[in-house]
């Protein structure tokens, strides 16, 4: 708990040495920072593309990441999925769909005080492996799981 | 448009469930792709979680996601689509 925050506060300090003039000088919104919808993540085709965009790295390691999906979704239109991990520090996490024409589905990133626990519905077009992905620290761990689509449910 | 937010807090962790209407057009919809990009879960005005989204989530999207807060706090939920439009609501923490 004391060597979390203690991070926190390190990765503060560190970040206010350039952003923090702007903040200070009433430039920036902290939230716009962090908030920008990154276009070129979502656009990209092909799981790999999609992992590298956001990630850095199409290979990242499996870990510690909870991935709550069903085994069969009857209505591809809808299938909830949960992401939940225990690691520390976690700052971003990832949903990916192998199969969707654009894998990146969802990217959340987690301000002080949110808990890496976070719930959704999404779309498949077809059965698929679904990948959650979570950041800790600086490096990312993710988990797959199948579900096996009855209709699909992305129209195109 | 509308959101719907339940906000509940037990031991220190506030539960929020947000139903949002959004049609969420795909690219082959008429007038897609239309979806909602970014949605913001502010407490107490500092913002929590950001979560970019893709049309692949699914239409009259649900978010759930956990913050540490207590009874009493505000939670606010706002998100803006890919046309520009934007909608938000804010609760209290019960």
Redesign the interface.
């Known amino acids: 708990m004391i060597s979390t925050k203690r991070r926190v506060f390190l990765k503060g300090t560190l970040a206010a040495g350039t952003v923090g003039v702007a903040v200070g000088a009433g430039l920036l919104a902290p939230s716009k920072l962090l908030a920008a919808w990154p276009s070129e993540a979502f656009g990209a085709e092909g799981l790999a593309n999609a992992m590298e965009a956001v990630t850095g790295s199409s290979d990242i390691a499996d870990g510690d990441v909870t991935l709550s999906a069903p085994e069969i979704a009857e209505n591809g239109a809808v299938v909830p999925v949960s992401v939940e991990s225990s690691l520390d520090n976690v700052t971003e996490m990832a949903v990916f769909v192998e199969l969707n024409n654009l894998p990146l589905v969802a990217h959340y990133v987690l301000g002080d005080g949110a808990h890496a626990n976070v719930s959704g519905r999404i779309r498949m077009g077809e059965s698929s492996n679904v990948i959650a992905a979570v950041k800790s620290g600086d490096t990312w761990y993710k988990t797959v799981q199948e579900v096996k689509v009855t209709v699909g449910g992305c129209g195109g | 448009m509308s959101i719907r937010v339940r906000a509940q807090e037990s031991n220190g ?1 506030i539960n929020i469930r947000a139903l949002m209407s959004h049609d969420m057009l ?4 008429d007038g897609g792709p239309h979806f909602i ?2 949605v ?1 879960v ?2 107490n005005g ?9 049309y ?4 009259n ?9 207590s009874a009493g706090d505000t939670v606010s939920i706002s998100w803006t689509d890919n046309k520009g439009e934007s909608d938000s609501t804010e609760v209290e923490v019960r």
């Not at chain 2, 795909?26 to 919809?29: E, F, G, L, Q, T």
């Not at chain 2, 500092?46 to 893709?54: E, L, M, Q, V």
């Open positions: 962790v795909v690219p082959d919809d990009e970014t913001e502010a407490r500092n913002t929590a979680i950001t979560a970019n989204w893709n692949t989530v699914s239409r999207p649900f978010l759930q996601v956990e913050i540490d807060g």
